[in-house]
T-cell receptor, first 114, second 110 residues
Framework: DTAVSQTPKYLVTQMGNDKSIKCEQNLGHDTMYWYKQDSKKFLKIMFSYNNKELIINETVPNRFSPKSPDKAHLNLHINSLELGDSAVYFC?????????????FGPGTRLTVL | EDKVVQSPLSLVVHEGDTVTLNCSYEVTNFRSLLWYKQEKKAPTFLFMLTSSGIEKKSGRLSSILDKKELFSILNITATQTGDSAVYLCAVSGRDDKIIFGKGTRLHILP
């Protein structure tokens, strides 16, 4: 009965490849997020979707493209992976947008680009 | 520029000690301040604060917000080794942006 799940948990890939990370929440929340946590543990928001619509799009390379097929899913596709993309990516969800509500985080996906 | 600054960046204390973690912020149209505990991977939610001066408590943890001075503190009393973690502070504004601090790494020695 996991609330927010991400797959895969670990992803090791070569530079230049394209990869996707999937996120699903079964909490009935309207808002989902993608965060990037770098090696220094600094969390930075990347995207936020509310009811399948993009509401936050921070300054991230165009190689990163989120896709929300429905309210319960927010996938992250990354093209032409670079070394600097290595990080832990967290998905989260909340009922309300904008931090005015509790955010529930997934377990994270550790991406390593070789 | 919106920012969240946490201090100290790291802290080492002995079991049983009381610790106070600080979070100061500058954000346009403040909406809420959140504290998270991150042990191994995913942060877990601790508190959300929206009003000044009202202390929130959960067991040995408590937190309070000062919207005039733009800061919050997180207190942990009678610390235990299980409290060892990174504690993250995040602030949100009405433009739906959420800004995290860099965290305070707390290590409790047995």
């Amino acid at each position: 009965d996991t609330a927010v799940s991400q797959t895969p948990k670990y992803l090791v890939t070569q530079m230049g490849n394209d990869k996707s990370i999937k996120c699903e929440q079964n909490l009935g929340h309207d808002t989902m997020y993608w965060y990037k946590q770098d090696s220094k543990k600094f969390l930075k928001i990347m995207f936020s979707y509310n009811n399948k619509e993009l509401i936050i799009n921070e300054t991230v390379p165009n190689r990163f493209s989120p896709k929300s097929p429905d309210k319960a899913h927010l996938n992250l596709h990354i093209n032409s992976l670079e070394l600097g993309d290595s990080a832990v990516y967290f998905c989260a969800s909340s009922q309300l947008a904008g931090g005015g509500d509790t955010q529930y985080f997934g377990p994270g996906t550790r991406l390593t680009v070789l | 520029e919106d920012k969240v600054v946490q201090s100290p960046l790291s802290l080492v204390v002995h079991e049983g000690d009381t610790v106070t973690l600080n979070c100061s912020y500058e954000v346009t149209n403040f909406r809420s301040l959140l504290w998270y505990k991150q042990e191994k991977k995913a942060p877990t939610f601790l508190f959300m604060l929206t009003s000044s001066g009202i202390e929130k408590k959960s067991g040995r943890l408590s937190s309070i917000l000062d919207k005039k001075e733009l800061f919050s503190i997180l207190n942990i009393t009678a610390t235990q080794t299980g409290d060892s973690a990174v504690y993250l502070c995040a602030v949100s504004g009405r433009d739906d942006k959420i800004i995290f601090g860099k965290g305070t790494r707390l290590h409790i020695l047995p």
